[in-house]
């Protein structure tokens, strides 16, 4: 079946740090792959996607590349703001693949200090 | 155009109780999505509508859940004698055609079982 692992949160980061989550799939078939962000009471927002290998996927400062032989697609922003301060999902699709949903990671809690 | 609409957005019911949600995708998305999130969990995927048709719904979590998309717009996702268990976030998301997974996310129901 179809499954994402990402870090375990909360991640703490002072504002303007480097910023890494990793994310690594297993998939039955080609996914897409995707980053979600929830802001504190909002719904899931779509930060941005990949759909084939090698290709990266960026918005608003992150960036994350789908790397096919490693299975992974972390996403990673240079310089994080406090308005970053979020729960991040990673997630994935088969195309056709079944069920056609999304299936999503635990999700990272991400906390950027001033 | 209001992005995808859900109706409660809280629902506190005793158990037993049945409960209703709604949901009234943007418009002209023909691909209908329910979810339900846990705390500290990702989305979790239940079942999709393409326009009326309910293509999948062999992950529904028991015969106690039940969704309708009669006239391939809104939405009704029903659970019928809830158990604290079902307490949970009920999402929605919608998307534009069948072969983009990209699915844009409502709010969500958060309901309470007591």
């Known amino acids: 079946g179809n499954s994402v692992t990402q870090m375990e949160g909360p991640v703490t980061l002072s504002e303007e740090a480097f910023l890494t989550i990793n994310c690594t799939y297993t998939a039955t078939g080609y996914p897409s792959l995707f980053w979600y962000v929830q802001y504190p009471g909002e719904g899931l927002q779509l930060l941005l996607k990949?759909?084939?290998?090698?290709d990266k996927g960026s918005n608003k400062g992150f960036e994350a590349t789908y790397r096919k032989e490693t299975t992974s697609f972390h996403l990673e922003k240079g310089s994080v703001q406090v308005s970053d301060s979020a729960v991040y999902f990673c997630a994935l699709s088969v195309p056709g693949g079944g069920a056609d949903g999304l299936t999503f990671g635990k999700g990272t809690h991400l906390i950027i200090q001033p | 155009d209001t992005g995808v609409s859900q109706n409660p957005r809280h629902k506190i019911t005793k158990r037993g109780q049945n409960v209703t949600f709604r949901c009234d995708p943007i418009?002209?998305?023909?691909?209908l999505y329910w979810y339900r999130q846990t705390l500290g969990q990702g989305p979790e995927f239940l079942t999709y509508?393409?326009?009326?048709?309910?293509?999948?719904k062999s992950r529904l979590l028991s015969d106690r859940f039940s969704a309708e998309r009669p006239k391939g717009s809104f939405s009704t996702l029903e659970i019928q004698r809830t158990e604290q268990g079902d307490s949970a976030m009920y999402l929605c998301a919608s998307s534009p055609w069948t072969g983009e997974t990209e699915a844009f996310f409502g709010q969500g129901t958060r309901l309470t079982v007591v």
């Open positions: 990949a759909t084939k290998a090698d």
């Open positions: 509508f393409q326009n009326e048709a309910q293509l999948e």
């Open positions: 418009s002209e998305h023909n691909r």
